[in-house]
């Protein structure tokens, strides 16, 4: 199988991004379909699109997809308060919590940063943050997905991400779109994916952060979150 990435930016500014595997009679339209994307971005019109096709040579592992939960917000308070009791109950101190929340309403970065319980961010570059590559979804769970009304196809591609994030050790993940329109954000535990609507408002800049325990070993999970290869089923 083949990992095809897209990277799109304006003006050294991240406007998209997007990653499939796929098999090789899928390689030629899975590129057209990225680089549309790019191009109809509603980040606007980048200057610049990279396109890498790699074949995998290690093996895939796949794993099971966190358990999808939309909580319905009336308002971005309402919901950042139910972002907060859920990252709590996962042991993650309210000052970190509210620094985590800086961190993506700043926005800007291309991945994401990542923060131990001390309030450290451990990524090696702070601009960039770190990017969660090697992953995709099975055809099956992307129609379940829509089919089923559990998200749209941002939905797809975040439960891939978070689903990997958390298999991989990450404590919690929490999330809102760059996509200046989408308010829908996402905080990811061991309990669950939870979709909460409203995490931003419309117009605001988004970002992502993973909590980490202290003791954990960054080199080897930002390895794995780069490199090691999953589909999620």
Known sequence: MYSI???ASKNGKHISGAERIVNKDE?????????????THENGMPDFINVKIEEIKENIEYINHLPIITIHCKDKEEAREKAKEILKNEGIP???????????DKGGMRGAAI???????????????????NIDT????????????????RTVEAIAIASKVIHLGVVAELCTSD???????????????????????????????????DDVNIE????KLENKPFIIK
Request: charged fraction near 40%; proline fraction near 1%; hydrophobic fraction near 35%.
């Open 138 to 153: 099975t055809k099956e769970l992307k129609e379940k997905i829509l089919k089923e009304k559990l998200g749209t196809e």
């Open 220 to 223: 080897d999970l930002i390895n």
């Open 94 to 104: 309210d000052n970190i919590i509210d620094y985590a929340f800086k961190i993506i």
């Open 115 to 133: 923060l131990n319980l001390k309030g450290e961010r451990l990524e090696p570059d702070k601009e960039r943050g770190v990017r969660v590559k």
């Open 5 to 7: 990435k897209m990277r």
């Open 179 to 213: 996509n200046k329109s989408y308010t829908t954000g996402y905080v990811a535990t061991k309990n669950g994916y939870f979709r909460i609507t409203n995490l931003k408002k419309e117009g605001e800049s988004g970002g992502r952060v993973f909590f980490v325990k």
């Open 27 to 39: 390689i030629e339209e899975t590129v057209k379909e990225i680089v549309r994307r790019a191009l």
